[in-house]
Nanobody, 130 residues
């Protein structure tokens, strides 16, 4: 199972940008569908974005489309989430997630479900001030 560690969270003003990174340790990173989720206190973990095994396909939650970009670097076993035009509603703890997948594509029904993922990072806090 892959181990994940997020970094890059912090405090930013509304309209600003922030980049999150997720470093994966372990073997066979290229077999994993990777995703970002976020969670606020008292709420369920919410899907943000996913990237396929090769990086050729991405999928986003509607509210972040056009503002967030997910990417992966297989040589470095990292996943990144570039966030721009941040809004106070983006304030949350962001989690990196991974699951082994046989196909190089994204099924939105499974990719958006946190129960589909077997490995999680510890989370990184993002706070957007108004």
């Amino acid at each position: 199972q892959v181990q994940l560690e997020e970094s890059g969270g912090g405090l930013v003003q509304a309209g600003g940008s922030l980049s999150l990174s997720c470093a994966a340790s372990g073997r066979l990173f290229s077999r994993y569908l990777m995703a970002w989720f976020r969670q606020t206190p008292g709420s369920e973990r919410q899907f943000v974005a996913a990237v396929s095994r090769s990086g050729g396909a991405t999928y986003y939650e509607d509210s972040v489309k056009g503002r967030f970009t997910i990417s992966r670097n297989s040589a470095e076993s990292t996943v990144h989430l570039r966030m721009s035009s941040l809004e106070p509603e983006d304030t949350a703890t962001y989690y990196c997630a991974a699951t082994v997948q046989g196909r190089d594509s994204i099924d939105p029904r499974s990719a958006t479900n946190p129960r589909s993922f077997t490995s999680w990072g510890q989370g990184t806090r993002v706070t957007v001030s108004s």
